[in-house]
């Protein structure tokens, strides 16, 4: 059973960086692709960051280009999410998915198309 752990969420100020780190159990980590979504209260959850398997190709929500950043480590079998210039609508819980399959394109940005996800790491913005 694949398992998925997300850490490093806290409170930080408008501007302020923050990296969450997911890591992986239960399967092979390096041929699937690993996304994150974030969910606000009252909204739906959406999508944030996907990266590929080898971790050169990322695909990137309009809201976090220029400021996010996906990366994973194989070996460790963990995938980060660096977050620049954090501001406070970015105020949200913070998951990690992978899907069941492989994937030929990062551009999965559908939240049925994953089929594993992590607990959240919260992340708050304050102004």
């Known amino acids: 059973q694949v398992q998925l752990v997300e850490s490093g969420g806290g409170l930080v100020q408008a501007g302020d960086s923050l990296k969450v780190s997911c890591a992986a159990s239960?399967?092979?980590?390096?041929?699937?692709?690993m996304a994150w979504f974030r969910q606000s209260p009252g909204k739906m959850r959406e999508f944030v960051a996907a990266?590929?398997?080898?971790?050169?190709?990322?695909y990137y929500a309009d809201s976090g280009k220029g400021r996010f950043t996906a990366s994973r480590d194989n070996a460790k079998k963990t995938v980060y999410l660096q977050m620049n210039g954090l501001k406070p609508e970015d105020t949200a819980l913070y998951y990690c998915?992978?899907?069941?399959?492989?994937?030929?394109?990062?551009?999965?940005?559908?939240?049925?198309?994953?089929?594993?996800w992590g607990q959240g790491t919260q992340v708050t913005v304050s102004s």
């Open positions: 990266i590929s398997g080898s971790g050169d190709i990322t």
């Open positions: 998915a992978t899907p069941r399959i492989f994937y030929t394109s990062v551009r999965v940005t559908a939240e049925n198309a994953y089929n594993y």
């Open positions: 239960g399967r092979t980590f390096s041929p699937y692709t």
